[in-house]
């Protein structure tokens, strides 16, 4: 009866045997599994292979990860006539899945030592496939142009307590103040000038052999010191340079690269600095580029927890982790410095997915076991545990402490997890890291699986400024001692600057071995016009007044035009220990970002770009308090006629 049924083949009718009828059947149920099994090997541009699969296979789904293509998919528009990129890799790549672990980036990093430890398996945070889809279905029907829930510039600024700007621009009455001032601006456009005149349109200045660098951090995007820059132009009024600046964007900022860039470094110049430069001036061009940008970096979550890897093809999308980072983890102040950037791409985009994406990261961080309270620096985006237990608050830890406490003023002090993620954070780092040396300096640590390096990088001293704005909102027995806490560090990191001969700070500085506050390795003694001693000093000024910070940023002044300034710009130097200057022949774009506008804000007034409205971001660009209540408030519709 079966067989009779069989379409265009009637076994019965050649006459066979039972038996025989059998072996047929049972060759010809092997051939239809055997032409199915094939299609899974087609590209998947077949057509073939579409009829047949694309609706029914099935993916698992984290949150906010997703397959590997959904999240280009979540945004793809119902007009694109192309299929979304990342579905045909390009020819020779092998798929983003084979690829992804870990291989031998172009750009390096710092060596890191590969102490293994292990850490608890990760809970589970896969969702029920229902809600996935329906945000990804909220996601699919977003159009940006026409969505009736646009981002009002308006309304922003309406919300604002204060004008960005201050009353005079920041100007401060007392003369020599403003003459300190005057000169950090000087600075600028003298770094301006010759990145213009010698490096226009790359990434960074060479100023020794007056050329451009290009690098290879930003995947072919050009110009970071052009993004870097625009606020600081703005807001130090040189206006000539920022209309230079913002027609370069307009014009020549391409973000069809193709080139494997660090998802950290992409965003926190060129995201944080376009988004800034849309808050003070209200240009819708910043705020288109700064969405497209935003969109190329999703596929970076594609990864089974949702944890980004830190290198990405912003062509392609293909993502991997650096070669470095032991067993192809990712590193925790990259993937836990996004928060800021992707928070804002939601708001102006109204896009929920931006914000899902950094929320997934926090959920899971806040969930998974750590050592004595410590976030460790690796963290498997396969498998979500930590890779292995170095603490450090200085690189590869630091600036996700830093967007912890950001995150809770920027969500206008109603993001409650953040702040207690970043109090909890904070009690473990003083339990564990936080030392005080024989001669009296207190310091962080770093922490290698419970033993301690009795060492802090230049970096590290970002912590003074943090540990200073995150005072006020702490439990109210513990307020005083936060603010001296941040004033201890903030002083460490001066005596690291006053201890060598330059006045400027190593790159990392030891309390064994005799000494205190210097390097005492060749290798430490380098100073590439890092901010964050200097941003510590702003921070500290703006809560405390005390003018020794103001003098504390005129020696660094002092020192920088002595030792850093050579005939066409700025650049680091070898050693800060010896007064025969060797310079690096490097004007790193964060220099005019972040450098030069925490200096030019230590000698400017409170009003300028005032803690009450701003946060700034870990590469120093202001971005605006989200008050929600006050944006959803129909009733504040063009309050701006003053600001
Ligand atoms: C900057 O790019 C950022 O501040 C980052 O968080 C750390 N390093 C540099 C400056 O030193």
Redesign the pocket.
């Known amino acids: 009866m079966v067989f009779r049924k069989l379409p265009g083949v009637s076994a019965s009718g050649m006459g066979l045997r039972l038996s025989q009828k059998f072996v047929f059947l049972l060759f010809l149920s092997g051939l239809v599994t055997l032409c199915f099994g094939a299609l899974f090997f087609l590209p998947d541009s077949v057509r073939l292979k579409r009829i047949f699969l694309s609706k029914t296979e099935t993916q698992p789904v984290t949150v906010g990860s997703g397959s590997e293509n959904d999240a280009r998919e979540h945004l793809k528009r119902p007009k694109d006539p192309e299929p979304p990129r990342g579905m045909t890799p390009a020819k020779g790549e092998t798929s983003t899945r084979l690829k992804s672990l870990s291989r031998k980036p172009t750009v390096s990093r710092e060596a890191t030592e590969a102490r293994l430890a292990g850490g608890r398996a990760q809970e589970d945070f896969t969702l029920p496939r229902s809600r996935t889809e329906s945000a990804s279905s909220k996601a699919t029907s977003f159009d940006r142009g026409a969505h009736s829930d646009t981002f009002s510039y308006d309304k922003f600024k309406g919300c604002l307590l204060k004008p960005p700007l201050g009353r005079d621009n920041g100007r401060p009455t007392d003369p020599q103040t403003n003459e300190r001032r005057e000169k950090v601006k000087e600075m600028m456009k003298f770094s301006w000038d010759n990145y213009k005149r010698y490096a226009w349109g790359k990434n960074e200045l060479r100023p020794l052999t007056r050329n451009g660098h290009i690098g290879n951090m930003f995947g072919g995007l050009r110009g970071a010191s052009i993004i870097d820059s625009l606020d600081t132009l703005y807001i130090m009024g040189l206006m000539e340079e920022y209309n230079d600046a913002k027609e370069w964007v307009q014009t020549s900022l391409d973000l069809n690269s193709n080139g494997e860039a660090s998802l950290f470094?992409v965003n926190?110049?060129y995201v944080g600095g376009l988004l800034a430069a849309y808050y003070l001036t209200g240009e819708e061009m910043y705020k288109n580029k700064v969405l497209e940008l935003g969109e190329k970096l999703l596929p970076a979550f594609n990864t089974p927890t949702g944890i980004p890897r830190g290198v990405i093809n912003l062509g392609s999308g293909t993502s991997w982790s650096w070669g470095w980072a032991s067993a192809g983890s990712s590193i925790l102040?990259e993937f836990g410095?996004l928060h800021l950037e992707f928070v804002h791409l939601t708001e102006l985009s109204r896009n929920p997915i931006y914000t899902e994406k950094v929320m997934n990261i926090r959920k899971l961080l806040n969930k998974i076991e750590k050592p004595h309270g410590l976030y460790p620096n690796f963290l498997s985006p396969v498998s979500g545990n930590w890779v292995q237990h170095h603490v450090s608050i200085g690189?590869l830890g630091?600036?996700f402490y830093?967007y912890l406490i950001k995150s809770y003023l920027m969500s206008d002090k109603t993001d409650e997890d953040a702040k207690k993620m970043y109090y909890g954070a904070l009690e473990a780092i003083e339990a564990n890291l936080v030392q005080k040396s024989p001669g009296g300096l207190t310091y962080m640590a770093e922490w290698r699986g419970g033993i301690l390096d009795h060492k802090m990088g230049?970096?590290a001293c970002?912590s003074g400024g943090m540990i200073g704005i995150g005072a006020d909102d702490g439990a109210p027995e513990k307020r005083q001692h936060f603010l001296d806490l941040a004033a201890e560090i903030t002083h460490t990191c001066h005596e690291s600057y006053t201890r060598s001969a330059t006045k400027l700070g190593p790159e990392a500085f030891r309390f064994d071995g005799g000494g205190e506050a210097t390097a005492t390795r060749l290798s430490d003694r380098y100073y590439?016009l890092?901010?964050?001693v200097i941003?510590s000093y702003m921070y500290m000024w703006r809560l405390t007044h005390d003018p020794k910070y103001r003098e504390w940023g005129w020696e660094a002044v002092e020192a920088l035009e002595q030792h850093c300034r050579v005939e066409s710009g700025f650049s680091g130097i070898r050693d800060v220990y010896t007064l025969t200057a060797s310079h690096d022949n490097m004007q790193?774009?964060?220099f005019l970002?972040?450098t030069l506008k925490y200096l030019y804000l230590l000698f400017s007034d409170d009003d300028l770009l005032p803690l009450e409205d701003w946060v700034f971001n870990?590469?120093?660009h202001p971005l605006p308090i989200i008050r929600k209540s006050c944006l959803q408030d129909e009733a504040t519709q063009d309050k701006t006629v003053s600001k």
Do not use: C, K
Request: glycine share 4%.
């Open positions: 470094e926190i110049r102040a410095t690189g630091d600036s830093e230049h970096l970002f590439i890092r901010p964050e941003e790193q774009s964060f970002s972040e870990t590469e120093a």
